[in-house]
């Protein structure tokens, strides 16, 4: 004891709690602050309640899962490129009564080595402030269920179909296909000028028929013309 400083010359070192060059059965208190320079080891529960500062440091989850839990939040604020991974199951981001939010400053990007799913329980969106979103694939699936699936652009639609064609289908034999109905002196073109244009079944014609090839023809069994002007 020196200048009222408890001083020991031993440098035995410790293993667990009851080894090194003192071993004390009961509780320490330390109004102070506390230096270890090597390592330190805590078997128990580790409470700290004071803000903490930790530089270059390892945690080891081997015996046992790290948690971290209250009722204030957490921010994780470093000044350089961080990883969140984890080398055999999965990780999960949720929050329970709010938002997740990634932001990213010069983009996002989601990677996955199988498929991706995102799922909603009520209307979403996705757009861009500027410039052109791309969705691609091998394939395209849109389904809206029982809801309608809206198109709409103040710029052009453009479809293109492959070698497979494009083919325009509906279960509904009271409404059918629309084709510019909305919307009076809308006009549709169909066809190249060098194109062949089947039509499979009955044509209704509402308005003028003008006819601009040099030649056509009439296959019909029975062709009736109600015109008393023709």
Partial sequence: RANGRVLMNSTVDASNSTTGALVVYGGIGVSKNLYVEVNSFV????DVDGATTLDQTSINTTDGQFSVSGTNGINMIVDNTSTFKTTTGGLTL??????VIIDGDTGVTIDSNSGISIDA??????STASGTMTVSGIGLNLQGGSGEIDLTTTGIIDINGGTGGITID???TSI???IGVEISSVPINIGHSSSET????NFTIGGNLTVLGSTTSIESTVTTIVDNSL
């Fill in 43 to 46: 078997v128990g529960a580790f």
């Fill in 94 to 99: 949720e929050a329970q009564t709010g938002t």
């Fill in 121 to 126: 329980n009520a209307a979403s969106n996705i």
């Fill in 170 to 172: 509906t279960t509904d």
């Fill in 176 to 178: 059918g296909i629309k």
């Fill in 198 to 201: 089947t039509v499979g079944g």
